[in-house]
């Protein structure tokens, strides 16, 4: 039998190194599913319950394992759910390629039925390369255009497919005019700084008295190099939430994260640095950076579109992280005073004991930070963690202390709701022997964790280990949105769009042969992670949580007393209910000024 441009299409992945592609099946890719069928020894479909699912664990499968992820969808319809997870690959620079259906060719431009523009719809989220095949033997170099591009720019790419020609005899392009002739591989460049900016940036850090570095997923792979280079210049690391694995936290300088959520150490440091050294990290908000002035900023980024954006930096080293590290570092003299090293450490210490005493705190019915803190010690080696957007992200970011060997990611630039549970997913496929944990929160649940809970039923009994502990934080409660109606508009929270409807989490993970774990009171949690942690299948404990704990750091949360004060007035009696010092205290004057 004469191979067919899916059977083709499906070699040319697999000589591209793909070994597990993402979808949701539709006739618009009959013919590309019937080649996966005849070829599902070499390369793994995994079938989610929504394509933007499907998208999602694409970019964590890019994210986790460092190769191209791939996502399959129908034309119409199933195309358009690509797009949230697309974007969520674009915004963080991650390589994926999206192969989507169309109508027949002969049939396009007559309205016929789920006939979309496709390449007017991927044109912004796969701007760097989309192409729709037309002639079988466009094939060959539009897969291998995609792949590279994807790569050499950590990027989104798309291949649009009619489904008449999936089942076209494939040709080889022939060796005439206008022919294109394209081969497979890609081989990433060594990117590293000029001499002399290396240089100037070398005297700046040398001269500087209090170095600050904020690394973020760009320094994931340079966790020596940065080490190396906090050491010499006495320098604390905070790290922006993608780079939450780019070191450990029980290095004594590293402060932890940075921002909204981030830590009291961070905060210091940043305010009272003279010199900021940032890595591989586009961390977007300008007021937790030293204000514009007070320090001198060298950046290190690979991408060049990105220097320069968050802070005016006096030396942009256009370059990757760890080579130009190791061309750095030898140009760095080891600072001898060590008294502002030794004051983050302190303030370190701090930090840890304050989030400590923090997650003891009485809640009503449960304290979320005291999940938090009594998983953290208890996490295994090597283990990958997954959190959603929302405040369950200000727990993982606060009290999960990462070691080395871990992996972590999150929906970074686009912070999209609903990505713990498929990135989760994505991580176990990729690492079926390593256990695996997902934070997400109720109202992610409820807009599609439920749904590929079902996905996870359908696969775990594949995986070699088949650990995958889901924490849902059941507050009943769109939490992080309502704390910011309270804090950035100084509104009440506004119960129509916030409060979200009961449901029992654990119960329906048991209705689908999981363990379904329920958590009500503070002496249930230890109890819950040792069964979840010594189970023989995935795991989703349903945490009752107290929604009025304040997911965002207490000390910075201070210039917020105003807009509290505000939405109390306006009748929101849990604005202010479980504050924690010092943001209780300037509520307080604030009500007074009121008074």
């Not at 599913?33 to 070499?42: I, Q």
């Not at 060298?298 to 130009?324: C, F, H, K, W």
């Not at 370190?348 to 009485?362: C, F, S, T, Y």
């Not at 009440?492 to 009961?502: A, T, Y």
Request: with cysteine; aromatic share 8%; charged share 20%.
């Amino acid at each position: 039998m004469k191979e067919n441009v899916s059977d083709y299409l499906v070699k040319r992945l697999q000589a591209w190194g793909v070994e597990r592609i993402f979808g949701y099946p539709g006739d618009g890719i009959n013919g590309i599913m019937g080649a996966l069928n005849r070829a599902k020894d070499e390369i793994e479909f995994v079938q989610v319950r929504h394509e933007e699912m499907a998208s999602l664990m694409a970019c964590a499968h890019a994210k986790f394992i460092k190769q191209v992820g791939v996502c399959l969808a129908t034309s119409g319809p199933g195309a358009i759910h690509l797009l949230n997870g697309l974007y969520d690959a674009k915004l963080d620079h991650q390589p994926v390629v999206a192969i989507v259906g169309q109508k027949a060719l002969k049939s396009l431009g007559g309205s016929s039925q789920q006939e979309i523009d496709l390449i007017s719809l991927f044109k912004d989220v796969a701007s760097e390369y989309i192409q729709m095949a037309v002639d079988p033997a466009q094939i060959r170099h539009l897969i291998d255009r995609a792949f590279r591009i994807a790569l050499s720019q950590r990027t989104v790419t798309c291949i649009i497919i009619p489904n008449d020609l999936q089942t076209e005899d494939y040709q080889e392009p022939p060796h005439t005019h206008q022919t294109i002739h394209s081969g497979v591989g890609f081989t990433a460049p060594r990117v590293i700084p000029q001499d002399a900016d290396l240089i100037r940036a070398a005297e700046i850090l040398n001269a500087g008295k209090r170095v600050a570095i904020l690394v973020g997923a760009g320094a994931l792979h340079a966790a020596e190099e940065v080490t190396q280079a906090a050491d010499l210049l006495g320098a604390g690391v905070a790290k922006a939430f993608l780079g939450k694995a780019a070191l450990p936290d029980d290095l004594p300088f590293v402060t932890g994260a940075i921002g909204l959520f981030g830590s009291n150490a961070s905060h210091e440091m940043m305010q009272n640095c003279d010199t900021l050294l940032m890595i591989g990290s586009s961390f977007p908000y300008a007021e937790f950076l030293p204000e514009e002035g007070k320090a001198r900023g060298i950046q290190i980024e690979l991408d060049g579109r990105m220097q320069s954006i968050r802070y005016p930096m006096e030396v942009n080293l256009t370059g990757d992280s760890a080579e130009t590290l190791k061309a750095l570092i030898p140009l760095l003299e080891r600072k001898t005073d060590r008294t502002w090293q030794n004051q983050i450490e302190q303030q370190v210490k701090d930090w840890w004991q304050l989030i400590h005493e923090q997650a003891g705190r009485e809640a009503n019915p449960l304290n979320p930070r005291l999940l938090f803190e009594e998983l953290s010690p208890r996490l295994p080696d090597n283990c990958i963690l997954t959190s959603d957007s929302g405040s369950s992200s200000s727990w993982t970011a606060q009290h999960i202390r990462i070691r080395q060997g871990m992996q972590f990611s999150v929906s970074g630039t686009l912070a999209t709701m609903g990505c713990a549970i498929p990135y989760a997913l994505a991580a176990k496929f990729a690492y079926p022997e390593r256990v695996v944990f997902s934070f997400v929160g109720d109202g992610a649940m409820q807009m599609g964790g439920n749904n590929e809970l079902i996905t996870m039923q359908k696969y775990w009994q594949q995986w070699k280990n088949p650990q995958l502990i889901v924490l849902v934080l059941n507050n009943r409660d769109l939490n992080f949105v309502t704390w910011e109606q309270r804090m950035m508009q100084g509104e009440p929270k506004f119960n129509e769009s916030q409060v979200l409807p009961e449901f029992n989490y654990a119960q329906y993970a048991e209705s689908l042969g999981l363990i379904g774990i329920r958590v009500e009171r503070p002496d249930q949690v230890i109890p819950a992670w040792e069964k979840a942690l010594s189970a023989d299948r995935p795991v989703v404990i349903d945490a009752l949580t107290d929604p009025e704990i304040l997911p965002f750091t207490p000390e910075v949360a201070q210039e917020f007393a105003q807009q509290l004060v505000q939405a109390q007035a306006k009748g929101d009696v849990g604005a202010t209910k479980q504050l924690e010092e010092p943001l209780k205290q300037a509520v307080q004057q604030e009500n007074e000024k009121e008074e």
